[in-house]
């Protein structure tokens, strides 16, 4: 990976920070446990922790703190991929916002899809019980754009592409297969992505007026100046008004 000429240039691997390690260990273990109860001893451990729809019989409280931090147990490959994009994110949004600001995101982002995925769920084709950390991936992935906008990602490890085009990518994929239904998680992963990006750019400035006035303000100069044009070199009397 590589950054623009006004950041400083580093690798994925050299920013993985010492939570990440703890973290992905953590996961991984709780896979490695859950496949053995799953396949090897027959204890459902899968439903008893991953979340159901609020009409579910089988839904419990407790379920919204403990479906983030299981998988599917017949996918260890998309277990494996979702590790190593933790890998590839986590240490330098670590980095940016701090250990303790990038806990609050991680998990806050899993809580908000929770909540999203939750109020949709009688909604038909969003019903489906959920698991796994996939919504504050995505959370990840497009806060890293937004905290890199220039840096250079080889996607599929071969197209260099802009991180903020990921970003942009991932949140413009997420709400077409929301809106489609084509995938039945996509509440989820919308409300991770949705509580993440909240988080990041924080509750005063969400929800501030004079933050809102300011664009407003923004977007009245950008139309006032798209009346005039600017020309190089002495106007023509038949010219029409221009800003100089």
């Known amino acids: 990976m590589r950054q623009g000429p006004m950041q400083v ?3 994925f691997d050299s920013n993985f920070t010492k939570l990440g390690k703890q ?3 953590f996961y991984g273990v709780i896979y490695v446990l859950e496949l053995i109860c799953e396949h090897w001893l027959n204890i459902p451990v899968v439903a008893f922790l991953q979340l159901y729809p609020l009409q579910h ?5 407790w379920q919204v703190i403990t479906h983030p931090f299981i998988h599917d147990p017949s996918a260890p490959i998309s277990f494996l991929i979702n590790s190593i994009v933790f890998y590839f994110f986590s240490g330098s949004i670590e980095s940016s916002l701090g250990t303790r600001r990038f806990l609050i995101l991680f998990y806050s982002s899993a809580l908000g899809s929770a909540v999203c995925g939750l109020l949709l769920s009688s909604v038909a084709g969003f019903s489906q019980p959920f ?3 996939l ?3 995505l959370s990840l992935v497009v806060i890293f754009g937004l905290l890199n906008p220039e840096t250079s990602i080889l996607l599929f490890f071969v197209l260099p592409v802009k991180a903020k085009y990921i970003s942009y990518g991932t949140i413009l994929i997420t709400i077409l297969t929301f809106l489609a239904k084509a995938n039945p998680y996509g509440a989820y992963h919308l409300g991770g992505i949705l509580a993440g990006w909240m988080y990041w750019i924080g509750p005063e400035h969400f929800f501030s007026v004079s933050r809102l006035h300011m664009h407003y303000l923004e977007w009245r100069l950008k139309k006032k100046k798209s009346r005039f044009r600017v020309i190089h070199g002495e106007k023509k009397d038949n010219d029409k008004p221009t800003l100089h």
Do not use: A, E, N
Not at 57 to 61: L, V
């Open 9 to 11: 240039s580093y690798r």
């Open 23 to 25: 973290l992905l260990i």
């Open 57 to 61: 019989p089988d839904f419990r409280f």
């Open 131 to 133: 698991m796994g950390m």
């Open 135 to 137: 919504s504050s991936l």
